[in-house]
C-alpha cells in the first residue's frame, strides 16, 4: 500500500542491473584498450578509442551513471581516470580527464575548474608554439591554428565553456584572438559564431577600453586624467580582440567606441597637444590607432571627417530633444539658460 508497484520496481531494478552490466563491459574494454600513437591511428586501429570517446561524452552514458549507486559512479570513472594515457593526448585525455571531474565533484568545485584551467592552458601552449614544433612533420602556423579551433568549436568542448570561471573563459578568449587573425574571414567569421564566449569577450573589452577613455576625457587634464593615464589607456587598445569589435551586435557601442577614441586623439592634436611632449608615447600610439581604426580603403585615415559628422549629428539630436521639452514653457527655458 502506497509504496512503488512491484512491476515499475522490477523495471528499476532490471535497469539498475543493466547500468551495472554496462559498466563492467566498459571497463574490460578500457583493460584491453592499447595505448593511442600516431602510427596505430594511421593503420585504423584507434576506433575503440574513438568509440569510447564518444560513448562517455553520450546522453545515454550519462543516464548509466545516474541509475547507480555513488560508488560505483566512483569506481567506474576512477577506471576511466587510470587509462587516460591510452587515449590521445592532444584531443582526448583532457576532455576526458575534464568530464570526470565534473561528474564526481560538480561544476563548482576547485577540482573541476583546474582542469579546465589546465585544458585551456594546453590549448593555448599548443597555439603559442613555433611553426613546425621543431618536429618532422608537426604542422605549419596556420594549420596548428585551425586544430586548437577545430578542437574549441566541437560539442564536448563547447559542453564546458558555460562551466568555466570566468578568468579562464578570458584567457581561453584572449589566447586565441592572437593568432585568429591568421585565419581567413570565412574561418573567423566561423570561429565567432561557434563560440559566443568570443564575441561576449570582444564586447566587454571594447565597453572597458570605452568606459576609460570616456573616464579620462571626462577629467582632463586634471588628476588623474594624466598624459601616462591616457598613455595606458591608448595601449589597452592593442588587445589582440579589439580589431574584431566591428562583430558588435549593438551599433551604439561600436559608434561609442570610436567616439571615444576619436576625440582623445582629436585632443592630442589640439587642446592636449603638449602632453605629446611630457609623454612621447601618445604621438606613436594616436598614430598606429588612427591607420587601424579609421582608416577607409581609397580615402585614407578618415577620423576628423567621421567625428566631425557624429558630432553634428550629435547636436542635432540634442537640439531637438530640447525643443520638444522647452517648448511653450518658459519657465524651462529661463531654468536653461540659468543652467547653461
Known amino acids: 500500500r502506497g509504496g512503488v508497484p512491484r512491476g515499475r520496481q522490477a523495471g528499476t531494478m532490471t535497469d539498475k542491473h543493466f547500468a551495472t552490466s554496462w559498466l563492467g563491459s566498459l571497463t574490460t574494454k578500457l583493460a584491453a584498450l592499447p595505448e593511442w600513437s600516431w602510427h596505430a591511428d594511421a593503420r585504423g586501429s584507434c576506433t575503440t578509442h574513438r568509440n569510447l570517446f564518444r560513448e562517455f561524452f553520450s546522453a545515454p552514458f550519462q543516464k548509466t551513471l545516474a541509475l547507480v549507486d555513488e560508488a560505483k559512479k566512483t569506481e567506474f570513472l576512477a577506471v576511466i581516470e587510470r587509462n587516460l594515457y591510452k587515449f590521445d593526448a592532444n584531443t582526448q585525455q583532457f576532455p576526458l580527464m575534464c568530464l570526470c571531474a565534473l561528474l564526481q565533484h560538480g561544476k563548482s568545485s576547485r577540482r573541476t575548474q583546474e582542469k579546465l584551467a589546465s585544458w585551456v592552458g594546453f590549448l593555448l601552449e599548443r597555439l603559442r608554439r613555433p611553426p613546425g614544433g621543431g618536429a618532422a612533420g608537426a604542422p605549419p602556423g596556420g594549420q596548428q591554428v585551425l586544430e586548437v579551433v577545430e578542437e574549441c568549436l566541437t560539442a564536448h568542448f563547447q559542453k564546458f565553456v558555460p562551466v568555466m570561471e570566468d578568468d579562464t573563459r578570458h584567457r581561453l578568449a584572449d589566447g586565441l584572438g592572437e593568432r585568429l587573425g591568421e585565419l581567413g574571414e570565412d574561418q573567423q567569421r566561423r570561429v565567432m559564431e561557434g563560440m559566443p564566449a568570443l564575441p561576449a569577450r570582444v564586447e566587454e573589452v571594447v565597453v572597458g577600453c570605452t568606459a576609460e577613455l570616456n573616464a579620462w576625457l571626462s577629467s582632463a587634464p586634471r588628476f588623474p586624467a594624466t598624459p601616462l593615464a591616457l598613455a595606458d589607456a591608448l595601449a589597452k587598445m592593442e588587445h589582440p580582440l579589439v ?70 549629428k550629435y547636436n542635432l539630436e540634442v537640439a531637438s530633444k530640447t525643443l520638444s521639452i522647452v517648448q511653450g514653457d518658459l519657465t524651462k527655458v529661463e531654468r536653461l539658460k540659468t543652467k547653461l
Not at 251 to 269: D, H, I, N, T
Request: hydrophobic residues 45%.
Open 243 to 312: 580589431r574584431f569589435f566591428t562583430g558588435i551586435k549593438e551599433p551604439s557601442r561600436k559608434e561609442a567606441f570610436l567616439v571615444a577614441v576619436a576625440l582623445a586623439l582629436q585632443g592630442l592634436r589640439t587642446r592636449f597637444r603638449w602632453m605629446c611632449t611630457a609623454e612621447p608615447e601618445l604621438e606613436s600610439l594616436g598614430g598606429e590607432l588612427q591607420r587601424r581604426l579609421f582608416t577607409v580603403e581609397g580615402q585614407g585615415v578618415v577620423m576628423e571627417m567621421w567625428l566631425s559628422s557624429r558630432l553634428k
